[in-house]
Nanobody, 111 residues
Framework: VQVVESGGGLVQPGGSLTLSCAAS????????MRWYRQAPGKERELVAF????????AYAESVKGRFSISRDNTKNTAYLQMNSLKPEDTAVYYC?????WGQGTRVTVSS
């Protein structure tokens, strides 16, 4: 089982980024996927959830209305579209399948 995040980078406040999570080694559509983030000096927090079919999603209050989670089960990939980014969104973002973590991708929001 492997999940690999990509798409992080430096972006100005108000900007957008799309993170990708490429999964392998399991039947992707059988599993819900989650995005977490960990800011410097803080605990890892759940950002967004998507069910295996993609029909159900949920978000942390801090990102609701700005972030959107999606998945393409034909490509074994989950996405996190992040809009209206704020400096407080700066963190390492992790993709999660229950029991497995990626290495993370760093997002820095700064002018």
């Amino acid at each position: 089982v492997q999940v690999v995040e990509s798409g992080g980078g430096l972006v100005q406040p108000g900007g957008s980024l799309t993170l990708s999570c490429a999964a392998s080694g399991f039947t992707f559509s059988d599993y819900a996927m989650r995005w977490y983030r960990q800011a410097p000096g803080k605990e890892r927090e759940l950002v967004a959830f998507i069910s295996g079919s993609g029909s159900n999603t949920a978000y942390a209050e801090s990102v609701k209305g700005r972030f959107s989670i999606s998945r393409d089960n034909t490509k074994n990939t989950a996405y996190l579209q992040m809009n209206s980014l704020k400096p407080e969104d700066t963190a390492v973002y992790y993709c999660n399948r229950p029991g497995y973590w990626g290495q993370g991708t760093r997002v820095t929001v700064s002018s």
